[in-house]
Each structure stands twice: as C-alpha cells, then as structure tokens.
C-alpha cells in the first residue's frame, strides 16, 4: 500500500502539520502523488451502488413521518441565499493566501475557532485529503466576533441561528418519535455545540485516499449542507455505500451516536464517508452543525426506553464519550462499541 510506519510515518505526519498549510498546501505546491499518510486500506475504498432512490427527500412542510427524519430536508424555513454565503464564506477563507490562515491553524483544545486538517491526525491509521475550520459554540453565547476568521464573520452568527432553530424543531420531532415530550432530547443539552465547515481539495490519487473516513457522529443529531458530490451513506441491510447526490436548498440530517444510544438503538446513528474529489473537479465544500452537549456537560446518558429490549449500553458522560471518540480517531469503527453491555452468556446445557 506505500505507507510510512514507525518513526517514519510520524515524521511526515509532523513535517505535514508544521507546515499549518492544510491539504490545500498540497495542492498549491503542484503534488502529483499524494504523500503516504494520505494511503488508505485498499478494502475502506470500495465503490457505491448506483441507487438515486434510497436517500428520501422530506417536505418539511409537509406531513412529516416523526420515525422517518434522516435524509435531505427540503422547505426548512433558512433561506438559499443564507446557504449560498455560508459556502462562499468557507470557500473565501479556504482560498486565500496560506499566510491568512496561519493565524487560525491549532491543535490547541482550548481555542474556540480553530484551523487544521485531520482532527485525529495523529491517532488515524490514515489521513484524509481534507481541511476543517472548526467553531465551538458552546457555552453561549459562543466565539467573539474577533475569534473568527474576517472571511467567515459576516454570515457564522446568522447561520447558527437559523441551523439551531431547525435543529430544535426536529429534535422535538424525534423526541415525540420515542413517545416523549417534544423537549425531551433538546433538554438533554442537545443544542447546537460544533460546526465544523469542511473543504477537500481536488486530489491528484482520489483512488488512493478518502476526503473522511467511514464513521458516524457524536451527536444527537448532525445538520450537514454540501455543495457538491462526494457524500456516501452506509446501508445496514446490504453493507454497501450508496452516494448522496446534493440536492439544492436541502440540508441533509443524520441521526447521531448519542441518539442512538438514549434511544436504545430505535434510532441507528447513520454511517458515512466522503469520496477524494478528483483532480479535474471543484473543490467540495459542506458545513456541517453537530447538536450535542457541551463538552464540559456531567449529565449522565443511559437509554430513556428500554422497549423491547433491555438496556443495550451503559451509561456514559459527555466528557467521556468524546474522550474515547477522539483518541481513536475515525478509524472506521464506531464508538458505540466500547459502550454496549454484552448479551449474557448462555448457561450451559
């Protein structure tokens, strides 16, 4: 496969971040190969099924089906325009000189907004051809308008607002779905806490690599815009990926790992990945808003309904759900695993 090990890969994996460039670094110095710590498993890059029916469209000014809530949304109440500019906003600060971005590139925890590419960089077993400029919203009021980068500051306060308004009315559905009160979930601290605004450059080896991983969210729920081609959703049923064309003015919502949890698996947090953008292509952008806890938030979660059957994981914090997330990186394998409780043991005949 061509990839670094040892003392080597970290090395590159170092010299990589140092030069606080992102991937579009890359792309600007004229690579016509991708570096190593770019090479993924050959058996994480197989292709979708060609199936444009699967991902459902919902009206949500329609009848809504409250069990049915995953997929593109359509008539969400946030104007195009307002989508249009957030894009344009991202796509205006990915694309200014490296010298402008310097500035917000960290790894720094602490920082609010921050700038990089590969939040797991050092964890993964593989990079991802992909840059994240990356706002913590919580605790409110949230970043300072001189924390976020000139190219964004116009039109991030708007978007939050419009996306937190979206995402507690479907939340209300969902808490509605599991038979509980409409604010239910929201009440679980499941308010807009992370959006994270992605740009994955043309790549000259797409075949090679991934713009992101197979995972799946530590969230409640995820409210992802994209503008173009490249997202892949796992079907449970068949094991195979199938492409989520973009489709304009929709946002695409998926059910998060924490959903999944409290819900005790009534709700399956959606597994998916991005595609590397080939060469001869744009650049792919999308926005996405995670609604979750705060990470400093000491709720205890279990799962709030044990029907049919009996409780399928075990309880967990916020600080150490997203402890384990991130120390594995998006390595392809859910974090819900290290929380489910084993099925008894059969006794013995």
Known sequence: ???????????????????????KGLVDAGVTTIPAIF?????????????????????????????HLVG???????????????????????????????????RDSGRRVKFNSNFDLFQSPAANWRDTLLLELTPRPGPAAEEIPPACRGVVG???????????????LLS????????????????????????????????????????????????????????QVLMRQRQRWVDVPPVAGALVVNIGDLLQL?????????????????????????????????YACTRVYAPVTTTPPPPLYRSTTMPEFLSHYRAKGLDGRSALHHFRIPPPSSPPH
Request: glycine share 8%; hydrophobic share 40%; net charge negative.
């Open 39 to 67: 090479h993924h498993h050959p058996l994480l890059l197989d292709d979708a099924e060609e199936d444009a029916d699967v991902i459902p469209v919902i009206d949500l000014q329609a009848d809504v089906d409250r069990g």
């Open 1 to 23: 496969m061509g990839s670094s090990s040892g003392s080597d890969r970290l090395r590159d994996l170092q010299a990589f971040d140092d030069t606080k460039a992102g991937v």
């Open 72 to 106: 593109q949304v359509v008539n969400h109440g946030i104007p195009g325009e307002l989508l249009e500019e957030m894009l344009a906003a991202v796509r205006r600060f990915n694309e200014q000189p490296a010298e402008g971005k310097k500035a917000w590139y960290s």
């Open 262 to 294: 409290v819900s005790n698996d009534l709700f399956r947090s959606v597994e998916h990945r991005v595609l590397a953008t080939t060469a001869a292509a744009e650049p792919r952008l999308s926005v996405a808003c995670f609604f979750r806890p705060d």
């Open 176 to 231: 509605e779905a599991l038979g509980l009160p409409p604010e239910y979930l929201g009440g679980l601290g499941g308010g807009l806490a992370t959006m994270a605004a992605h740009y994955y450059p043309p790549c000259p080896e797409p075949h090679l690599t991934l713009g992101t991983t197979r995972h799946s969210d530590p969230s409640f729920l995820t409210v992802l815009l994209q503008e173009s081609k490249g997202l």
């Open 158 to 172: 708007e978007y939050v607002e419009a996306v937190q308004r979206l995402g507690g009315a479907l939340l209300e």
